[in-house]
C-alpha cells in the first residue's frame, strides 16, 4: 500500500509550473504532492528535474482531474472497471474521488480531511478498537489514527479504490511505521466480513457507504443487525447518509436509518449529514 512515487500535477499547478518555464527561469517553487509539501523543481529547456528524475512539461491539462506521469505521458488518475472511478482535485489540497461523475465526498465548505475529522470526533476513537466499514480513501482512518485510536479495522470492497489509495498522498499508509500498526486494511466486502467478527469486538464503528442505490444491502437491516452485535454495549456509531432531497426522492433516508438501527438496538439521532448511534 506504500504510495507510488512520483510527482501529481493538477491544471492550475501545470499551468504555473509552464509559466515558470516560459518565463525562462531555472527553478519552480510548489506542490507536487497536492498540498503536501513544497517543493523545487529544476526547469531546463525540453524538460523539468524533480527529485532526480526527469518529466516532460505537460500539455494544458483539464480541470477537475489529477494527473501522474506513466512513463510515457501525463494520464488522469482514473480507471474504468465497470465504473469510472477517479481522484479528484479540491480547493483544500486533500482531494475527493468519483464514481461515475458522482462525487463521493463533501468537499464544497470545507476539507475533506475536515469534514472527516469532525465525524470521527463523534466517535470518540482515543483508545479504542473502530469498525471503518468502507476505508474508501482512508481519511476516516487517517483522522482516527490523529485521535489516538487504539487499532482501526477498514475495509473496502472496491480494488479500483484501493489503487487511488496508492497514488493519494493524502490516504494512510497502514506501512507507515508512523501507524504503529494500528491500521488494518482489508480488500472485502464489509456485508460479508462482517458476519465473521466476533460478538462486542470493537467500541466504536464508523459507516460511510455509497448512496443507496449503489449500495443498498449497507443500509439494509440484517447489516444494521450485524453492526450492533460486533459493537460492545455503549459503543458509539457513525452513520453518513448525506442529505438526499425528499422532494426529488421521495425518501426520507437519514430518518429511515435511524428508524432501523433502533430497532437494531442503538439510540439514534440525527446528527451532521448522518445518524449517530449509541448501542444500548
Not at 509559466?19 to 531555472?26: D, E, I, S
Not at 531546463?44 to 483539464?62: F, G, N, T, V
Not at 455509497?210 to 453492526?227: K, T, V
Request: charged residues 25%.
Amino acid at each position: 500500500m506504500s504510495p507510488s512515487p512520483g510527482p501529481l500535477l493538477t491544471r492550475d499547478t501545470a499551468d504555473a509550473l509552464l509559466a515558470a518555464h516560459r518565463q525562462g527561469l531555472p527553478g519552480w517553487s510548489g506542490s507536487l504532492d497536492l498540498g503536501r509539501s513544497q517543493g523545487q523543481a529544476s526547469l531546463a529547456i525540453d524538460h523539468w528535474q524533480w527529485q532526480d528524475a526527469r518529466y516532460p512539461y505537460p500539455e494544458r491539462l483539464k480541470d477537475r482531474t489529477i494527473y501522474r506521469f506513466d512513463g510515457e505521458a501525463w494520464s488522469p488518475v482514473s480507471r474504468y472497471a465497470g465504473s469510472l472511478i477517479k481522484l479528484v482535485p479540491t480547493e483544500w489540497g486533500a482531494p475527493t474521488f468519483e464514481i461515475d461523475g458522482i462525487k463521493m465526498l463533501p468537499t464544497s465548505k470545507e476539507s475533506p480531511i475536515d469534514d472527516a475529522r469532525r465525524k470521527v470526533a463523534l466517535v470518540q476513537p482515543a483508545g479504542k478498537v473502530v469498525l471503518d466499514t468502507c476505508g474508501g480513501l482512508g481519511y476516516f482512518a487517517a483522522c482516527c489514527l490523529e485521535a489516538g485510536v487504539a487499532r482501526i479495522h477498514s475495509f473496502e470492497k472496491n480494488e479500483s479504490v484501493l489503487w487511488l489509495r496508492t497514488l493519494n498522498p493524502w490516504s494512510p499508509d497502514p506501512e507507515d511505521p508512523a501507524s504503529g500498526g494500528r491500521l488494518q486494511l482489508v480488500h472485502a466486502d464489509v456485508s460479508q466480513a462482517v458476519t465473521a467478527m466476533a460478538d462486542g469486538s470493537v467500541d466504536a464503528v464508523l459507516h460511510d457507504p455509497p448512496r443507496f442505490g449503489i449500495a443498498g444491502e449497507l443500509y439494509s437491516q440484517a447489516f444494521y443487525d450485524q453492526l450492533a452485535r460486533v459493537l460492545r454495549r455503549e459503543g458509539r456509531l457513525f452513520h453518513y447518509t448525506g442529505s438526499p432531497n425528499k422532494l426529488t426522492s421521495g425518501r426520507d433516508v437519514p430518518r429511515e436509518v435511524q428508524k432501523r438501527l433502533e430497532k437494531a438496538g442503538f439510540k439514534a439521532q440525527l446528527a451532521l449529514d448522518g445518524v449517530l448511534g449509541t448501542r444500548r
